[in-house]
């Protein structure tokens, strides 16, 4: 967001509500979302032990290891804590003093009943068999537009079919992974991440087209706009609601999926 505001790039991609806290400071040439890649969060609850029978409840009066304040996959977290019925901030201890990247290897070492992990690290801990993947928080949470394009409100103005074409040429990306089977995908995007075996790869994709985290096409409908609002909301980082035809566009999106 800040190299898109500072000029620094064109377009950005990154969690869509990055756009509503600069709009709500009141940045005159704001950003706007044109494309919506996923749908999901993207993490899941593992635990230290095999749970085939898991419940929310479970998690009553045991250390999960979170995320940082504020952060959506927190916020994602905390909000199906409530939807569960559970308090954050009573009911259980969630750990936030961990640094993002490190919280698996702070689970391996014996930290925590829990820890939200994001793959490789969910997948990772399964396989080294210090933990297991109990719930998804993407599937708990609802559709949820955790990542979009975007871009300032003015270049959006100006460069009307550089942005067509940027957006046609990732629904072609989305054609592809909707109509080839996590096996395939997993090949072909395996020497991206060459610190994981194929075999990692292929269950990492899996999970996640399971779930249908990618969305079909990339057009950012307005009733998953306003549930992130009320995750915002829910986690009190969010004082007024924002008006979803300021800050997305589904022109362009609706257009490459013609």
Do not use: C
């Not at 916020?75 to 901030?89: A, C, H, S, T």
């Not at 040429?169 to 020497?191: C, F, R, S």
Request: aromatic content about 12%; charged content about 25%; overall charge negative.
């Amino acid at each position: 967001m800040t190299a898109v505001l500072s000029n620094q790039a064109d377009i950005g991609f990154m969690g869509s509500e990055a756009s509503i806290y600069t709009y709500n400071e009141g940045a005159e040439d704001y950003v706007v979302n044109f494309a919506q890649l996923t749908q999901r969060a993207g993490n899941f609850l593992v635990s230290r032990e095999p749970m085939e029978e898991f419940s929310w409840e479970d998690l009553k009066g045991k250390t999960v290891l979170g995320g940082r304040k504020g952060g959506m996959p927190e916020m994602v977290f905390e909000y199906i804590l409530k939807q569960n019925g559970l308090d954050p901030q009573t009911d259980l201890n969630i750990n936030q003093s961990i640094d993002f990247g490190s919280t698996a290897a702070a689970f391996s070492g014996g930290q925590g009943d829990f820890t939200v992990e994001f793959e490789p690290g969910a997948t990772t801990l399964e396989s080294a068999g210090k933990g297991y993947v109990v719930a998804s928080l993407g599937k708990e949470s609802g559709y949820v537009p955790y990542t979009a394009f975007s871009a300032k409100k003015s270049y959006l103005e100006k460069n009307p079919d550089i942005i067509q074409s940027f957006t046609n040429a990732l629904q072609k990306g989305m054609d592809y992974v909707n109509e080839h089977t996590p096996e395939e995908i997993a090949k072909v995007i395996q020497p991206q991440f060459q610190e994981n075996d194929l075999d990692t790869i292929t269950t990492i994709v899996s999970r996640y087209y399971e779930q249908k985290t990618w969305k079909e096409d990339l057009i950012f409908n307005q009733d998953s706009f306003e549930l992130l609002q009320d995750i915002l909301e829910d986690a009190r980082e969010l004082e007024s609601r924002t008006p979803y035809e300021d800050l997305v566009t589904t022109e362009f999106a609706k257009e490459a999926a013609k």
